[in-house]
């Protein structure tokens, strides 16, 4: 065996993870022994599991990978999403052990360091198709030494609250607001619901200097740095718990270009009327077939979202310009009128399909137009 590499290490600790609906699956425990209560969902992507770990979408949730084999290479800041993990844990199949030897963290140290717990053996297979039936669950991971029956940990799965209805984008939202890409042509305000790092290394690559803002900032203070767009972040948990956000978005609308990604788009769709609900298990992967109705083109997406846009609900001078092509939801919207447009899918993606980078040249060129007397 490679002396540098321990693959698939420690199966001391036994650990499962128990669903509301009473369904449990068993494995070992790694990361932070730290019994933990969250929303699982499961994500299909077979890259990138820095990037989802690093996702502040996350907050709230377990997400099970379906790629059999996470953390084959080690962790690094370099590719991160924010400065930290924020979702509550991780179930994988097999979980490899790089070595500290090759100077870098393994995922079981990260996991640690970021104190979350995580758990590996799991028939992440059979456990994707209990949600893909049963939807989306509340859950309680068990990980900690003392003793648990599979009943009390149903029971506290049961118990808890969940994610709808809840305003998790003001937990992980940072308070301090930060400048992002100190030159560019534009000036770009980018509300901060839980950003991922990629969407602003990728506005500042359209010639845009950033200032992150966090969540509650009043209309004033946007408006008080003389932007020339505003960027609606994505982010965690229920849109429908964020009325003083929507309501500020609402008089944006017309004032300045918009534009929106995810938690945004469902915020955006919340400011001009439309209903927001929840799908069964939602859309966490990048291979998702999305079609633009402007252009009838077909772009692959990457996604992670659990709630969208109801499509009957649109006011009139709103157009769906975007469907997912596996079920027919809305994935992007733009108003008749005014400069605003937002999709539900991550254009950002990284490591993910880049079909979908057009959509931030676009928002160049409605802050361009919108600057030389056009509107939409
Ligand atoms: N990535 C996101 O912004 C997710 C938005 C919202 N929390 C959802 O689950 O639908």
Redesign the pocket.
Known sequence: MNEKFQWKAKRERKAFIALADGAVFHGYAFGEKKDTVGEAVFNTGMAGYKQILT?P?YAGQFVVFTTAEVGAYATNFEKSESRQVFLNGIVVNSLDWVSKELNEESLHDYMLAQKKAGIAGVDTRALTLHLRTHGAQKAYLHVEDTEMTEAEAIAKAKAWEGLDGQDYASKVSDPNGYEFNNEGKYHIVALDF?IKTNILRNLAAQDMRITVMPIGTSYEKIMEQKPDGVFLS??????NSLPQVYNMVKQLLGKIPLMG????N?LLGLALGAKVSKLKF?HHGCNHPVKNLLTGAVEITSQ?????IDEKSLPADVEVTHINLNDNTVEGIRHKKFPAFSVQY?PESAPGPNDSMYLFKEFKKMIEDFKGGKNA
């Open positions: 996702d979408s839980g994505n982010g965690p948990a229920d849109p990604i995810c938690l945004g469902q939602g992670n979202h659990n709630y969208a991550h």
